[in-house]
């Protein structure tokens, strides 16, 4: 039976002046509600403890790390922290170039059948050290909450370079997201799988696959990046009025959950100036393009592309055939851009 530890453990870093300074607060409080301080204190010079023995292996002091490492697995105050330490010394192990010890440790540690970030950590430092495929997916289907299994699904990625390979890593992810449907995983099981898809040339497996990463949680951080990525194949394939239709589709989401100034979103800026370029350059509709382009300056007039978005909106009043508005345009570009590389183009005009 598999024991399930909630992926709250606490990951430690160098805070022990915080952590021990913050004892006698504690202890107040424990005094309180009449509970023992001395326990209290005993518990917070444990964990300050372990951070000097993580900042002694940190520095390379693989022995007084070891020593004091070994010391506190010992007289651990519950399990969570003698996970934590255990883990620690079959890292040191690694560290200390003794891959069979640390291996073993990393074992043992899997094999107790408890579900938390160190269970998810020790097996991916036993797959690292084997370097196994299997034992990568064993990560991503005993630990899928955990981060240990979304570096598990980078580090498949990157090893499956040949189409039969990238084929079995596509087949691997489906099974995966069947197996765990609910997990907190399956938005980056559904990407990868689509990535894969699209570098084996099937864009229409990739769009579905995006669609339903979009759909499977529309709130999410990547769904952002189904609709950026459904609108590059689309833009790939030549189809710009498609492309165009699900940049709308990212910006207009965005829009209507955050105003745009106060928070941007990741890509959203590039979405109305990409937008206005396609507008311009491959549907001759330059109407639409200088409303987005204009749409973009007012969203971002500092961003990146301002200078790009103001010429281009040159451009399509000179495409119009529309003097007066061109040169109202030009004199805005001098004075809002004087160091832009620009304005030679106009000098030269």
């Not at 192990?93 to 938390?116: F, M, V, W, Y």
């Not at 001759?284 to 961003?303: C, M, N, V």
């Not at 495409?319 to 570009?333: H, I, Y």
């Amino acid at each position: 039976m598999r024991v399930v530890f909630p992926y709250t453990t606490p990951m430690y870093t160098n805070i022990g002046p915080m952590v021990i300074g913050s004892v006698w607060f504690f202890c107040a409080i424990s005094m309180l509600f009449s509970q023992s301080c001395a326990s209290t204190s005993a518990r917070h010079q444990w964990i300050g403890a372990g951070i000097d023995a993580q900042t002694q292996h940190s520095k390379g002091d693989y022995d007084a790390a070891g020593e004091r490492y070994g010391a506190l697995l010992i007289d651990a105050p519950d399990e969570v922290h003698r996970r934590w330490i255990a883990f620690k010394l079959a890292e040191l192990a690694k560290d200390q170039g003794d891959k069979d010890l640390a291996k073993s440790r990393a074992k043992a540690i899997h094999s107790e059948n408890i579900e938390d970030e160190y269970g998810a950590k020790a097996l991916f430092l036993w797959a690292q050290i084997d370097d196994k495929d299997a034992l990568f997916w064993e990560v991503i289907s005993t630990y899928p909450e955990s981060y240990a299994a979304e570096k598990s699904i980078k580090h498949l990625m990157k090893t499956s370079q040949s189409p039969d390979a990238k084929r079995a890593f596509i087949t691997g992810l489906h099974s995966a997201r069947k197996k765990n449907p609910d997990s907190s995983l399956v938005d980056n099981l559904y990407l990868y799988e689509a990535r894969g898809e699209y570098e084996l040339g099937e864009a229409n497996e990739a769009m579905a696959l995006y669609r339903d990463l979009f759909h499977w949680d529309e709130e999410g951080s990547l769904a952002d990046d189904a609709l950026w990525e459904m609108a590059a194949i689309y833009r790939d394939a030549q189809q710009w009025e498609d492309a165009i239709a699900v940049y709308a589709l990212f910006v207009d989401r965005i829009e209507s959950s955050w105003f745009v100034g106060a928070y941007t979103p990741h890509l959203v800026d590039d979405s109305i100036f990409e937008s206005g370029r396609i507008s311009l350059l491959f549907l001759s509709d330059y109407k639409q393009a200088i409303q987005y382009f204009e749409r973009y300056l007012e969203h971002f007039p500092e961003g990146i592309l301002a200078d790009d978005a103001m010429y281009l909106v040159s451009e399509a009043y000179r495409l119009l055939e529309n003097p007066k508005a061109q040169r109202e345009t030009v004199d805005l570009f001098k004075t809002t851009f004087p160091d832009s590389r620009y304005l030679r183009r106009f000098d030269n005009d």
